[in-house]
């Protein structure tokens, strides 16, 4: 069995993000970056499919700079087998990434995608999906809950949807996207990183892959938001009750 | 000229109002630089939430109705979506974000070679060209960006445009043929566990109360944070630390990882306003927090701050509104 994970390299999700002064992209001067924490978890359940199954290969990847290399090496030291980079300088929106996994797909051939819901940065939420209808195979997203059945060839899965949990079954090959509360990730152990530097960390051409970094998305600004102003502190029930009937009349 | 596309969504035959606002942006998009939009309603049985679509100003509300899409799966729907949208010339399919649009949009933009925009909340024609504005980082960045192509697929947040007014002519309604054969199979649905709780849904609500930490137990989160929204008609909502240590159910979370939401009125009970939860609750009118911890962020965005303890404020104010 294998199994493939997309990583994103993005800020530490504790990290204030600022936008730069001319708004032309955000401030990465002292800034900490992380592998995705949704990815994370797609990870650390593929290390636990692993675990559970006794054999599975499991491939990271990810596309853009060098520096993304550090990303890899965390998922190789969380227990991954190989990585792959696609080099990548200019920023690439969610199909243009798709469409580049989609071609590491159809060289690696796994049994399936295993990958974060939605990236902590631009916040999309759509690769897997786009990902799944380029690829012509199922997905499933928000998975909380993951087992193989049927010697592997489906997975049954519980999702996490606005109407409450929903369980599916898909036939694999699929893309499956975690959510939140589908495990708590491993630490990465001093051994592990040892390991890693000895693991391979294959670097593959977008001209090798036969696609291009094509974008539709244009970002021309990023700016914050408006800041909302702290209000009154009240001092009982009773001055509240009134302030929300006589003041802001909302009850 | 636009043609727009509004996916509506509904919850087992009832109609999300959402889906409204949804209308509402291609409303916005057409008075500003022409065109007209459509409904697409997908589902099994589901004549009467076509029903609730008519009055919005929509040319025409188009509803595929067969048993095969009885269960909003991604692979059917993003394929009946993307064939209509072909079908209709449509240059831009949008709808109103949840979990729904979330799962189905991108596969459907996939199948259109579409570029995409999540999470919108403003739209602007200039030079001929759409403007977008949406939000990144967990809502502290704004982000104006362009989309190329002639298809192009949004989510808009519902809190971020009006529904259109009811209009007094009724939009016809048009069945779209589905072949069920074509269709794929790769999901099978299996079960949904549906909490009847009787109370409104956080993303349609006027008022939400929501509770955080301070509450120890399930059976407190309902007796204080439950009690208050019944007194007030309310939603319910809870902070994600409450979710993780198993005292509320993950539907119920507002944040960056649950829902977004924007109520004229938000009762913050307990909740000490890490950024995630605070990036799902921001844009509300009027937010009210009590919290014992008198330096709790969430004051710092609160209209009105109580420094108290739930377990005494919370019981004074459900009995002093019920008088």
């Given at each position: 069995m294998k199994i493939l994970v997309p990583l994103k390299r993005v800020p530490d999700p504790d990290t204030r993000i600022r936008v730069k002064p001319d708004g032309s992209g955000i401030e990465t001067d002292g800034v900490k970056f992380a592998v995705n924490p949704f990815d994370s978890i797609a990870l650390e359940e593929a290390l636990r499919l692993r675990e559970k199954t006794g054999a599975a290969e499991i491939v990271v990847v990810t596309i853009g700079g060098s520096e993304c290399a550090e990303q890899l090496r965390t998922g190789l030291a969380m227990g991954a087998d190989r990585a792959i980079l696609v080099p990548a300088d200019a920023a690439i929106d969610s199909l243009g990434i798709a469409k580049i996994l989609a071609a590491v797909y159809r060289k690696e051939s796994p049994n399936f995608v295993l990958m974060g819901k939605q990236a902590i940065d631009d916040d999309s939420n759509q690769a897997g999906q786009m990902l799944a209808a380029l690829l012509g195979v199922g997905q499933v997203t928000f998975v909380s809950k993951l087992e193989l059945t049927d010697g592997h060839a489906r997975a049954r899965c519980s999702r996490e949807t606005d109407a409450g949990i929903e369980t599916v079954t898909v036939a694999l090959p699929a893309v499956l996207t975690a959510d939140l509360r589908l495990n708590e990730p491993r630490y990465v152990s001093l051994p592990g990183i040892m390991k890693a530097k000895k693991k391979p960390l294959e670097e593959i051409p977008l001209a090798s892959l036969g696609v291009s970094a094509a974008s539709h998305t244009r970002v021309l600004k990023l700016e914050r938001p408006a800041g909302r102003k702290a209000g009154a502190r009240v001092k009982s029930v009773d001055e509240l009750i009134a302030k929300l009937r006589d003041e802001a009349k909302v009850l | 000229m636009n043609r727009i596309l509004v996916i509506a969504e509904h919850d087992q035959g009832k109609l999300k109002l959402a889906s409204l606002s949804a209308a509402g942006f291609a409303q916005k998009v057409c008075a500003a630089s022409g065109g007209s939009f459509d409904f697409l309603l997908l589902g099994s049985g589901v004549s009467a939430a076509a029903e609730g679509l008519?009055?919005?100003?929509?040319?025409a509300v188009l509803v595929a109705d067969t048993p095969a899409l009885a269960q909003p799966l991604a692979d059917r729907y993003a394929k009946v979506i993307a064939d209509t949208a072909k079908a209709r010339g449509a240059s831009l399919v949008v709808a109103a974000v949840s979990t729904f649009s979330k799962d189905i949009l991108p596969r459907a933009s996939a199948l259109l070679d579409a570029g995409m925009l999540s999470d919108v909340i403003d739209v602007r024609p200039a030079d001929g060209e759409l403007t977008f504005r949406r939000v990144m980082f967990a809502g502290n960045v704004i982000a104006t960006v362009q989309l190329d192509g002639a298809v192009k697929c949004l989510t808009v947040r519902s809190a971020a445009f009006a529904a259109p007014a009811a209009t007094d002519t009724l939009s016809p309604v048009e069945a779209v043929a589905v072949d069920?054969?074509?269709?794929?199979?790769?999901t099978k649905f299996i079960s949904r566990e549906t909490k009847a709780s009787g109370r409104p849904d956080a993303t349609e609500a006027r008022i939400i109360v929501s509770g955080g930490r301070?509450?120890?137990?399930s059976e407190d989160f309902e007796r204080l944070v439950g009690g208050l929204a019944d007194v007030l008609g309310a939603a319910v909502g809870s902070s994600r630390a409450l979710v993780d240590s198993g005292i509320t159910p993950n539907s119920l979370q507002i944040g960056q990882t649950g829902k977004v939401v924007a109520p004229d009125l938000y009762f913050a009970l307990?909740?000490?306003?890490a950024i995630q939860h605070m990036a799902?609750?921001?844009?509300?009118k009027v937010i009210v927090a009590i919290n014992k911890d008198a330096e709790a962020p969430i004051f710092e965005i609160a209209d009105y701050g109580l420094v108290a303890d739930v377990y005494e404020a919370v019981p004074e104010l459900m009995q002093k509104l019920k008088k």
């Open positions: - | 008519r009055k919005s100003g929509a040319a069920a054969a074509s269709l794929s199979q790769f301070a509450l120890k137990t307990g909740i000490s306003g799902g609750m921001k844009d509300t």
